[in-house]
């Protein structure tokens, strides 16, 4: 069983930066593949970026978003610049265990969820 506890969501101008942090409980966290996603008001929720032995982003966040992780804390990153207001959602760490080298944008194939923290851009 893995828990996550997601914090660093608030509200920020366009162009701003924020980085949240997902904590992972678990002796395995190493061997998990992470990911983070979104869900705005009304929309579906939506894959962001993953990390597992590489790094994967959508495509709206590709170069703006940078996606890390620190095995010695369990805890994994994201690093979001240049903010627009279209990234205004929940933000949701997710975790799953995989037998092979993929990567994985699916949200049904994450089995731990965190909370969720509030990410609001302003205009």
């Known amino acids: 069983q893995v828990q996550l506890v997601e914090s660093g969501g608030g509200l920020v101008q366009a162009g701003g930066s924020l980085r949240l942090s997902c904590a992972a409980s678990g002796r395995t966290f190493s061997s998990y593949a992470m990911a983070w996603f979104r869900q705005a008001p009304g929309k579906e929720r939506e894959f962001v970026a993953t990390?597992?032995?590489?790094?994967y982003y959508a495509d709206s966040v590709k170069g703006r978003f940078t996606i890390s992780r620190d095995n010695a804390k369990n805890t994994v990153y994201l690093q979001m610049n240049s903010l627009k207001p279209e990234d205004t959602a929940v933000y949701y760490c997710?975790?799953?265990?995989?037998?092979?080298?993929?990567?994985?944008?699916?949200?049904?194939?994450?089995?731990?969820w965190g909370q969720g923290t509030q990410v609001t851009v302003s205009s």
């Open positions: 997710a975790a799953t265990s995989l037998s092979a080298p993929v990567i994985v944008t699916t949200r049904s194939m994450y089995h731990y």
């Open positions: 990390i597992t032995w590489t790094t």
